[in-house]
């Protein structure tokens, strides 16, 4: 069946570097491919999403490009702030049903 | 103000027991969904539902029985409790249809069964 894999369990930062977090899925055709951030206690949040091969998604300076080649869909974001400490989700959509097929999630801590 | 309410936000249970978690989406949507999130498994999908018609299901379980009264609500009725029930568990909901569109989260429904 189809599945999202993230690689990074725990990613710790300090304020200012670079993010990379990966994401690699495995579907047919052209799924639409999603990240969403949890915070502790919340409900997970929409962050942006990608429908097809070379689009990128972005929001709040998070971005990723959506590579049918490679299937991965990686979250950048170039300069990371302490705010941005969450669960990071990457999800891909049935486009049958419509549900989302979630990762394991990466949790993003970053120190000031 | 929240778009989709889950209620209530927090719920002990004993083991054996019956309870609902309540789902109501103001957002106009016409698709909603049940996900569990436990220490596990992280966001794991339970339900959908498209025009208050059941489309999927990978709940193993009866126990786990949705209910739509409404075009904008989902409860989630979970008889015979035990411990391994315990996780939060969203309601989700979307605009339908035969796009994939996003999916909207509420805050959860934390249950604890002792």
């Known amino acids: 069946g189809d599945s999202v894999t993230q690689t990074e369990g725990q990613v710790a930062l300090s304020e200012e570097d670079f993010l990379t977090i990966h994401c690699n899925y495995s579907?047919?055709?052209?799924?639409?491919l999603f990240w969403y951030v949890q915070y502790p206690g919340e409900g997970p949040q929409f962050l942006f999403r990608a429908s097809r091969d070379k689009e990128k998604g972005s929001s709040r300076g998070f971005e990723a490009t959506y590579d049918k080649g490679t299937t991965s869909f990686h979250l950048r974001k170039a300069s990371v702030q302490e705010s941005d400490s969450a669960v990071y989700y990457c999800?891909?959509?049935?486009?049958?049903?419509?549900?989302?097929?979630f990762g394991l999630g990466t949790t993003l801590q970053v120190q000031p | 103000d929240p778009k989709i309410i889950q209620k209530p936000k927090y719920l002990v249970a004993v083991t054996g027991s019956e309870k609902i978690l309540i789902c109501e989406q103001y957002l106009g949507h016409n698709a909603m969904y049940w996900y569990r999130q436990s220490a596990k498994k992280p966001l794991e999908f339970m339900f959908s539902?498209?025009?208050?018609?059941?489309?999927d299901n990978q709940t193993a379980s009866s126990r786990f029985q949705p209910q739509s009264s409404k075009k904008n609500h989902l409860d989630l009725q979970i008889t015979a409790l035990k411990p391994d029930d315990s996780a939060t568990y969203f309601c989700?909901?979307?605009?339908?249809?035969?796009?994939?569109?996003?999916?909207?989260f509420g805050a959860g429904t934390r249950l604890s069964v002792l």
């Open positions: 999800a891909l959509g049935d486009g049958n049903t419509g549900k989302l097929i």
């Open positions: 539902y498209s025009y208050q018609k059941l489309m």
């Open positions: 579907a047919s055709g052209y799924p639409a």
């Open positions: 989700a909901s979307s605009q339908g249809g035969t796009n994939q569109n996003t999916l909207y």
